[in-house]
């Protein structure tokens, strides 16, 4: 997966989304081979997968979705508006680490 496909496999998410195939996060039957085919459309070549590439990348984004919420409700977290990232102080990382270290793939998107 190139992050360059992200951009894309949002836009396809939305549509479906949209839709109706996509609610509440939970995907209706056939919803990842709709997406090969709209990605394919989007950027011709990628030859991404629906089983397990576009899966996996679908239940990657929406547990760092889920993760960003969490982090933005605790205290001690904000958001750069600029960057479009989670921000903190390096000790509001460190203790969020020692609680939750699988998180730890966050705070290398934060550039600390």
Not at 6 to 17: I, K, M, N, R
Not at 48 to 75: C, D, E
Request: proline share 4%; glycine share 8%; aromatic share 10%.
């Amino acid at each position: 997966w190139d992050t360059a496909h992200d951009g894309p496999f949002l836009e396809c998410l939305l549509e479906l989304t949209e839709r109706g195939f996509i609610t509440n996060g939970t995907c209706k039957n056939g919803v990842f081979k709709q997406i090969q085919k709209m990605m394919e459309k989007k950027v011709p070549g990628c030859g991404l997968k629906a089983k397990p590439t576009i899966q996996n990348r679908y239940k990657k984004l929406k547990h760092w979705f889920h993760s960003t919420v969490m982090m933005r409700g605790l205290s001690g977290f904000g958001w750069d508006p600029v960057q479009e990232c989670i921000n903190a102080d390096k000790a509001v990382w460190d203790v969020f680490i020692a609680v939750c270290p699988v998180i730890y793939v966050l705070i290398l998107m934060t550039n600390i």
